[in-house]
């Protein structure tokens, strides 16, 4: 994706304007309790800003997948509340995002009031971009704010459609967000690296093939290497692996030489026979993994290999774990690794960039999500950001903001 332009809070006068903020209030939520704050906890910034600067803060988020119907545990109303402890400051809830409950609710903000509408996904046109719903919703507003990366890949009423007829502005969290992928990859201080993780080839092909043309070294990691492994004739034994993408694995690696781009996959391996936590292990050769064994982790070879080729690197952009990491002691790699990413970045030595579910997961329970320079909680928009292909949300901001439709 190349670099885009698109206007901050900084050329944003908010003071007595009503803006419509689009946020990411989809939080992982188990027995009606929110189990991570992250989301709202990163967006807290943008609206204490804009509310201490006198703007009318209009939050609107999707939530979960109701399908355009009004599914009562997929209310915002939890997300509110949890907004508002976030934010030490009252916020209240309007229980649709348009139509008469939404204006009257707009109409009885003051300056440095925050609203919370209800989820736009109970609405069908949300995620069918109709511009009927972004009218809707701009109506209500002076401005628009989004500060939701992670939704950035779904051209949808809120994200995309709205931004056609408001005044539209990058928020801090979206800022931050795109000014370290920019860094990590568009504008990198070289060499440059990539650790790729995760199970399967077939759903990063895309992502791979961007990097090809952006790294000096791409490490594979994960259920991923079983598959290249396997590709240059290596027994893995019962380990995963994707045995009808072998040629297309030989391609990609093909294509990084003649590229200049090193490919480096594990060099030894712990196996089990069972996939289950704390099983009898064997740690061997990649070349000598048993027939009846599977590969779950790197093994310590492979990390000393790993720690001496990041020692080389001044940009790494990390997307998916070394091992079955959820089990122990298959996390050893991950966590050996991503201590070392986190020494380096907090000396100064290291831009480090990570993001994708199972990254963040992964660097959470190594304890060094915060020493990145940035970890992105933006799932599916990190990704397609990474394979190098435009996201509509971000497009808008730079597009469309000189091109207001009217109402």
Not at 5 to 26: C, E, H, I, M, Y
Request: net charge negative; charged share 25%.
């Amino acid at each position: 994706m190349a670099t885009l332009s698109f206007k901050t809070l900084d050329a944003l006068q908010p003071k007595g304007r009503k803006v419509l903020l689009r946020a990411d209030l989809n939080v992982p939520v188990r027995d009606g309790q929110i189990t991570d704050l992250t989301r709202i906890e990163r967006l807290a910034p943008t609206i204490r800003e804009l509310a201490d600067k006198g703007a009318r803060v209009i939050v609107v988020s999707h939530f979960d997948r109701p399908k355009g119907q009004r599914v009562p545990a997929m209310s915002l109303e939890p997300m509110a509340s949890a907004l508002g402890k976030t934010l030490g400051r009252p916020v209240r809830f309007a229980e649709d995002c348009i139509g008469p409950v939404a204006e009257q609710a707009v109409a009885a903000m003051q300056d440095g009031d925050v609203l919370v509408l209800e989820n736009t996904r109970f609405h069908a046109g949300e995620e069918k971009n109709d511009p009927d719903l972004s009218k809707a919703l701009a109506a209500l507003a002076d401005d628009y704010v989004n500060d939701a990366f992670s939704a950035a890949h779904r051209a949808h009423a809120s994200t995309e459609g709205v931004a056609r007829f408001l005044p539209s502005f990058a928020g801090r969290l979206m800022e931050a967000e795109l000014n370290a992928l920019n860094i990590a990859l568009e504008n990198p201080t070289r060499p440059v690296g990539a650790i790729v993780g995760g199970a399967k080839i077939s759903t990063k092909l895309d992502l791979i093939g961007n990097l090809l043309d952006k790294v000096d070294i791409l490490i594979i990691g994960g259920a991923m290497a079983n598959t290249f492994l396997a590709a240059k004739g290596v027994g893995v034994g019962k380990s995963l692996q994707e045995a009808d993408m072998h040629d297309t694995a030989r391609a990609i690696m093909e294509k990084a030489a003649s590229k200049g781009c090193e490919i480096i996959l594990p060099v030894d391996a712990v196996t089990a026979t069972e996939f289950r936590a704390d099983p009898p292990t064997k740690t061997v050769p990649v070349d000598a993994v048993p027939a009846d064994a599977m590969i779950l982790d790197a093994g310590p070879e492979t990390v000393r290999l790993l720690t001496e080729k990041i020692v080389g690197l001044k940009t790494l952009v990390w997307n998916g774990p070394l091992g079955a990491f959820e089990l122990h002691p298959f996390d050893n790699a991950t966590n050996l690794l991503a201590a070392e990413v986190a020494r380096r970045t907090q000396a100064g030595q290291l831009t480090s960039v990570a993001g994708g579910g199972d990254t963040v997961s992964a660097l959470r329970h190594a304890g060094v999500a915060d020493e990145m320079s940035y970890t992105s909680t933006a799932g599916g928009a990190f990704l397609e950001w990474l394979e190098g292909k435009t996201l509509p949300g971000i497009q808008a901001l730079s597009e469309l903001s000189e091109r207001i439709l009217p109402l």
